[in-house]
């Protein structure tokens, strides 16, 4: 079975600073992807990055970067120069390739954006 | 471009009921994937739509079912409700049903069962 933990429930960040999201799952599959999730508000679900397994080299998308680390099988996820968009409910999510087709998602993070 | 669209927003319904969602895929995609979101919880994947047909599912009874339309479009049924069920209910599309096409969530529709 596959498990995607997130052990931080809220997290807050001041306005400019940078942020961490920690993220650990678990899977036997050798070949998979891990994603970001932004939830807003508004409820839609926004993908914020994603990463491939088998690339080595951490996934970045302008402010976002995450730190994957397959060995320890942990996806944290960086926001540099937050800004108060960035409030929301943040989802780490697995999906292996091939075989089961669903996306599997950590209970999610509260990221409060302080001005 | 339309992204994916879902109906109703909002829905009220009472323990026993029958009741159906729909969801309108992004232009282009061919694939729809139901997910339900408890309060404070992440989306738990109910099944997923391809071609007309149940491609997998997730650990729901068959109380939940599905449809696929030949526009890609796609409805969720829930018979005999209960208040366990009352939820967020997502809809995400992609083209394709392989973790590498990203998928495209709706706004959601909010179930609550009294």
């Known amino acids: 079975a596959q498990t995607v933990t997130q052990s931080q429930p809220e997290m807050s960040v001041q306005e400019a600073e940078t942020v961490t999201l920690s993220c650990t799952y678990d899977?036997?599959?050798?070949?998979?992807?891990l994603f970001w999730y932004k939830q807003p508000p508004s409820r839609q679900m926004i993908l914020v990055i994603r990463?491939?397994?088998?690339?080595?080299q951490n996934a970045t998308e302008n402010r976002f970067s995450v730190n994957f680390q397959k060995a320890a099988k942990s996806f944290s996820l960086k926001i540099s120069d937050s800004q108060l968009g960035d409030a929301a409910m943040y989802f780490c999510a697995l999906h292996r390739q091939g075989g089961s087709e669903k996306l599997v998602f950590g209970k999610g993070t509260k990221l409060t954006v302080n001005p | 471009d339309a992204g994916v669209t879902q109906s109703p927003t909002h829905l009220i319904k009472t323990r026993g009921q029958q009741v159906t969602l729909r969801c309108s895929p992004k232009?282009?995609?061919?694939?729809v994937s139901w997910y339900q979101q408890a309060l404070g919880q992440g989306p738990q994947f109910i099944f997923q739509?391809?071609?007309?047909?149940e491609r997998q599912r997730g650990n729901f009874p068959d109380r939940f079912s599905g449809h696929q339309f030949p526009n890609y479009s796609s409805e969720l049924n829930v018979n005999a409700l209960l208040l366990g069920d009352s939820a967020l209910y997502l809809c995400?599309?992609?083209w394709g049903a392989g973790p590498y096409n990203e998928q495209f969530f709706g706004p959601g529709t909010r179930l609550t069962v009294l």
């Open positions: 739509y391809y071609e007309e047909e």
């Open positions: 995400a599309s992609s």
């Open positions: 899977t036997s599959e050798s070949d998979y992807y």
């Open positions: 990463q491939e397994a088998y690339k080595q």
């Open positions: 232009s282009g995609h061919d694939t």
